[in-house]
C-alpha cells in the first residue's frame, strides 16, 4: 500500500473523476435530494456507506467466484444482485437496532439501491485493479479506498448543489425556470468548473 | 457444458442471497401493532403537523402509546375520529369546530403603501425589511404566504391581495396563524359568525391617515352591543366570544365597516 497513491485516488474521485460531475452517474438522487441541505447530507454518508460496504463485498466475489470460474461477463448482474441484497439487509438491521437512524435514512436507502454510482464504483473497481485476470498489490485496500472516495465526491456535490438550490429559493428568477429547469441549469454549469480539473483536452 | 458453471454458479448465489434474506427477515423482525397501518388508514394522511407529531404516522402511534387525544386532530372529519375511537376502543368526545379569519380588510385598494418593493413576494422576507411595504404596521401585507403554507388549499388571494379563507376547506389546522408575521390570523369557532377585521392599535386619526377601513376607535359598537361582548382596548375593538351571540348589531353600527361576519 503506497500512501501517495492512496492520496491520488481521493483526489481523483474526489475531484477530477468526481461521479456526478464529470462521470454523470447517480443524477436521480443529485435532482432528487437536493432540495435542502439536511436530507442531501444524509443522503451522501449512506451513499458512503452503502458504496464502500458493497466494494468490498464485490471484489471478494470477484476474485473468488467470478474469476476462478472465468464469468467474469456476469460480473453486472452479480453486482446488481449483491448490492441489492447488501441494501435489504442493511435496512432490516438499521430497522431493528436504530428506529431513529432508520426514520432518518429511510427513503434514501431504498433509492441507493438503484443508484448507478454504486454499481459505477464496483465496476469502476474491478477495472482498476484487476490486470490480465489477476488482481494487482494492494488491490482489496485500493478499491476499497476508491470507492470511499468516489462516495465522498458524491456527498460534496450534492452538499454543493443542496447550498446552491436553497439559495435560488430566495431568488427572482424567470417564473418558467424555476424547480427543476434552473436546477438543470446550475448542474451542467458545476459540471462545466469540475471539468476544469482535469484540464483542458481538445 | 460451457453454460452449466454461469447458470449454478449464478443460480447458487441468487438461492443463497435469496435465504440469507428470508432468514434475516425472521430474525430482525419489527412487531407491528395492526392497530397502526389500521388508524393510519382512517387518518386524512396531510402530515400538517397541527397535532404536534410529526405527521400522521407519528400521530398514530402517539394515539396508540397515549401520548395524543383525539382532540390534537383538527383535521379529521368527525366520522374518521369515530371509527379511530373505534379501533382504539375508546369513548370519542365531541370537539367545537372551528375556521381562521383574517383580521384585515385593506388589501391593495384600501391599506395604502409607503413605497414600492421589489424584494421576495413572500411575506416573512418582507416583514423583515421596515416591516413590510404597507404604512399600516399591522395590516397584510398581502404576498399570501399563508396561501402557500395551507395544506388543504383552503386560502386564496382575491384581486385586492388579501387571503380567503374557504371555511368549508378550513380545518383550523394552524399553519397560517403561525407563518403570518402580522399575526393576522386567528381561530374562531364556526359557530360565531361576526369578527373584527382590523388589527391596528394606532389611534383613530393615525389610522385614517394609512388605510381607510381601520378601526378608528370609536366605540359605537361597544355602545350597540346588548350583551357586553365587544370593548375597544388599546384602539382595537375586540369581540369576547364567551358573551358574543352573533346578534350582528355592531356590525349594523360600525362607520367604517371593518366588523364584518362571515359566510
Redesign the interface.
Known amino acids: 500500500m503506497d500512501v501517495s497513491k492512496v492520496l491520488a485516488i481521493a483526489i481523483s474521485m474526489i475531484f477530477i473523476n468526481n461521479f456526478i460531475l464529470s462521470k454523470f452517474l447517480g443524477l436521480c438522487p443529485f435532482l432528487g435530494v437536493s432540495k435542502e441541505t439536511k436530507p442531501a447530507v444524509s443522503m451522501g454518508f449512506a451513499v458512503i456507506f452503502v458504496m464502500t460496504c458493497s466494494s468490498i463485498i464485490t471484489w471478494v466475489l470477484y476474485r473468488f467466484?467470478l474469476l476462478p470460474?472465468?464469468?467474469e461477463y456476469?460480473r453486472t448482474?452479480?453486482f446488481i444482485?449483491?448490492i441489492a441484497?447488501f441494501v435489504?439487509?442493511i435496512e432490516?438491521?438499521i430497522?431493528?437496532y436504530s428506529m431513529p437512524l432508520y426514520r432518518a435514512l429511510g427513503i434514501y436507502l431504498p433509492l441507493i439501491t438503484t443508484n448507478c454510482a454504486v454499481l459505477g464504483v464496483t465496476i469502476l473497481n474491478v477495472d482498476n485493479f484487476f490486470v490480465a485476470g489477476k488482481a494487482v498489490e494492494g488491490s482489496f485496500f485500493y478499491s476499497s479506498f476508491q470507492a470511499f472516495f468516489a462516495g465522498v465526491g458524491f456527498l460534496l456535490a450534492l452538499f454543493l448543489m443542496s447550498g446552491i438550490r436553497e439559495r435560488l429559493q430566495?431568488l427572482?428568477i424567470p417564473e418558467h425556470t424555476k424547480g427543476i429547469p434552473i436546477a438543470f441549469v446550475i448542474a451542467s454549469l458545476m459540471s462545466l468548473a469540475f471539468m476544469g480539473f482535469m484540464g483542458f483536452k481538445f | 457444458m460451457d453454460i452449466l458453471v454461469p447458470v449454478i454458479t449464478l443460480g447458487l448465489m441468487g438461492l443463497l442471497f435469496g435465504v440469507g434474506l428470508a432468514l434475516a427477515a425472521k430474525k430482525f423482525c419489527v412487531a407491528n401493532d395492526p392497530r397502526l397501518e389500521a388508524i393510519y388508514g382512517k387518518l386524512p394522511q396531510a402530515n400538517c403537523g397541527a397535532c404536534g407529531m410529526p405527521g400522521c404516522m407519528g400521530f398514530a402511534e402517539g394515539l396508540i402509546e397515549g401520548r395524543c387525544t383525539l382532540a390534537h386532530c383538527s383535521v379529521s372529519t368527525e366520522d374518521a375520529l369515530k371509527a379511530i375511537a373505534g379501533i382504539l376502543g375508546i369513548e370519542l368526545k365531541t370537539k367545537i369546530k372551528a375556521a381562521a379569519v383574517l383580521h384585515c380588510y385593506g388589501g391593495s385598494v384600501r391599506a395604502k403603501d409607503k413605497g414600492t418593493y421589489r424584494g421576495v413576494r413572500d411575506c416573512v422576507n418582507a416583514n423583515l425589511i421596515m416591516q413590510g411595504q404597507k404604512l399600516c404596521a399591522y395590516g397584510c401585507i398581502g404576498f399570501g404566504t399563508c396561501a402557500q403554507v395551507c395544506p388543504f388549499n383552503a386560502i386564496v388571494m382575491n384581486e385586492e391581495d388579501l387571503p380567503v379563507v374557504n371555511e368549508d376547506k378550513c380545518t383550523a389546522c394552524g399553519k397560517c396563524v403561525a407563518v403570518c408575521p402580522k399575526k393576522l390570523f386567528s381561530l374562531i369557532p364556526k359557530k360565531h359568525k361576526v369578527y373584527v377585521a382590523c388589527s391596528s392599535h394606532d389611534s383613530g386619526k393615525d389610522t385614517k391617515t394609512t388605510c381607510s377601513t381601520g378601526c378608528i376607535a370609536c366605540r359605537l359598537c361597544e355602545k350597540a352591543c346588548p350583551f357586553d361582548a365587544i370593548h375597544v382596548i388599546d384602539n382595537l375593538a375586540i369581540i369576547d366570544y364567551n358573551k358574543c351571540t352573533s346578534c350582528k348589531k355592531c356590525v349594523a353600527v360600525c362607520p367604517v365597516k371593518i366588523i364584518k361576519t362571515r359566510e
Do not use: E, G, P, S
Open positions: 467466484v470460474f472465468h464469468i456476469l448482474i452479480t444482485l449483491v441484497t435489504q439487509l432490516m438491521v430497522r431493528k430566495l427572482d
